[in-house]
């Protein structure tokens, strides 16, 4: 029996600049099954690569041609530089690419009573598709987290509750989940964005909010590797001012970590 993943040959039929980071795809994909799943994702291979990357399938329809399989959208960021944004930036329409075998993990316990969903630009496809499946029955919230010029007002179904958080590029996630307030009850948190920011959300929801782990879904879909390291500090020379304006040891490493701070 084979074990290899099933794999499927897809047409591009359209592309749509939604807004300067987003890139709409409308794949044609014979004999495609969905899982149902509503944060559900495909690996995307591009022409003339072997390596692929991972995008939410935004919404889906049987195809209207003959034989069976689907349409899928896909809205793909386009930022500085990288194997598919650049791919998508040009004219892939009319390109056959190859999709992976859908997957998904979103699954709210039975006890839900509310949707929380938090997530950057990557996110929006996937919180899109979960408000229009689960919207109507839950409770929903949303907080997205987009550069201004990204900001679509009619991207989600309406009836869910939607908040936009500007951002300059570096995403604050991890501090506004922090200070927002949870609806009342048990509910599912489901939340997606930067890698780091992601980690330090799960030990918020692990230590501070005691959820437990059932009752959320926090997934890093992307890691940042342009974080600027802090520049090393030399503590000799802040220690031996310290001293020499008489200050305890406690003073002395407070300025150290003030020097530390600044140079982030
Ligand atoms: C389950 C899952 C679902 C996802 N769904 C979507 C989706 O629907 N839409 C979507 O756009 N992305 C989605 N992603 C994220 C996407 O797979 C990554 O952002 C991917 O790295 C983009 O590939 P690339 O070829 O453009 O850049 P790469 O070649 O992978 O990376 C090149 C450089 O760009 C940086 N980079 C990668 N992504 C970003 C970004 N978003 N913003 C800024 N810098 C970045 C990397 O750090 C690297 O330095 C999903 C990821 C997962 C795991």
Redesign the pocket.
Known sequence: MSTRAQQYAADVVAREQVTPHLVRLVLDVPGFVSTGIP?E?VGLVVPGQFQS????V?SIVPSTGSGQGARLV????????????EWALGDPVGQQVTITEPKGSFLPPVDAGWLLLVG???????MARIAVEHGGALPTRIVAEVPTDSRVEDYFTDGVEVTWLPTDGESRLAEVVESLDFPEGPGYFWM?GESAQMRAIRKHLMRERKLPSTHYDV????????QRQPRAVDPGPIWRAGKAAGKSDEEIWADYDAAQEATR
């Open positions: 944060d994702w990357r991972y995008y939410t935004r896909l809205d793909v960021v386009v930022h500085e530089v990288g194997l598919v944004t950057d630009l990557t996110a929006l496809p996937a997606a997934m890093g879909y992307w890691r940042s590797v342009a």
